[in-house]
């Protein structure tokens, strides 16, 4: 996958950070120097480096999958999910703060924004663990031949970043920390109602009913549902196919006045189907096996 940056004509570089202020989330940028400029594009161009290595062809993210703790993966930067990225990556006038910094315990990001000389913007975004104020600093450096306790507050930039966001797409490096940058659990949650809404036009023979009372207060089902809605698969699905899966794998439903419904104990059994999760294997004649898939990848046709 091709990155629309060219880190070989880098025009301009903010920093900045996000804070935690009360019950909202904001960011603002930071002034800082030539050098430290210079130490965040190595930073991204290492981390894009680091993805190259990783895959050159990165699937596209969904909540529902299971991911390593460093894993390429890709989301359309239009994507609901990636509307906290895509604001903050496409934000002009971002405040400057001068005082950002004075509380560290507030930050939970910082972030660098490119401009290269064609004008296109790569925004960089790392959550904050390792930078934070050593506010109670046992650190000494080698001052006049003596050494000395130093008095100011340092801040460690980290390796790498957590994503990299171009104009197109959101790169993700670690996806529990894209996770975190766009609250991905409240988002999900959100979109139940709408998710549900979606799926219903294309599956009008399933009661949704206490699917999505039931997801509405479980995440990993929301997840379910937003990946089933991203796949855009929904539409053919056929009835008596949907019973016999269920059947074959475990998930009861019962069929009253011509729709589905599906029990409570059930309702994740019925989307791990519906997001092909579940399946059955007849290695030995005889004897089905059903299992579920924590991860899952379609596996194209050969000749």
């Known amino acids: 996958m091709k990155l629309e940056f060219n880190f070989g004509q880098v025009s301009t570089a903010e920093f900045g950070v996000g804070r935690d202020d009360g019950d909202e989330q904001t960011f603002c940028l930071v002034a800082v120097d030539g050098d430290v400029q210079t130490a965040l594009g190595e930073i991204a161009r290492a981390t894009w480096e680091t993805l190259q290595e990783l895959s050159k062809s990165p699937s596209k993210y969904e909540p529902s999958e299971t991911y390593a703790s460093s894993a390429y993966v890709y989301l359309p930067l239009s994507d609901d999910l990636a509307k906290p990225i895509r604001e903050l990556h496409q934000a002009n006038n971002l405040p400057m703060d001068v005082n950002a910094l004075k509380d560290p315990t507030k930050i939970f990001c910082y972030f660098v924004r490119m401009t ?42 980290d390796s790498d970043f957590d994503l990299l966001v171009d104009d197109k797409n959101v790169h993700i490096f670690r996806p529990s920390g894209f996770e975190f940058a766009c609250k991905l659990q409240d988002a999900v949650l959100a979109a139940v109602p709408e998710n549900v809404r979606a799926i219903r036009s294309d599956l009008e023979f399933v009661d949704f009913d206490a699917i999505e009372d039931y997801a509405s207060k479980h995440s990993r089902a929301a997840r379910y549902l937003a990946s089933i809605r991203s796949q855009n698969e929904t539409k053919n699905v056929n009835k008596g196919s949907l019973k016999k899966l269920c059947k074959k794998t475990g998930v009861q439903v019962k069929e009253v006045n011509g729709k589905l419904i599906v029990e409570k104990a059930h309702v994740m059994g019925f989307l791990e189907v519906l997001d092909r999760r579940r399946y059955e294997v007849e290695l030995v004649k005889g004897s089905p096996e059903q299992f579920k898939a924590h991860s899952r990848r379609r596996i194209e046709a050969r000749s």
Do not use: H, W
């Open 116 to 157: 290269d000389k064609q004008g296109r913007r790569l925004t960089g975004l790392r959550r904050a663990t390792q930078f934070k104020g050593l506010l109670k600093s046992r650190l000494i450096r080698l001052v006049s031949d003596a050494l000395k306790f130093v008095e100011d507050r340092i801040f460690k930039l």
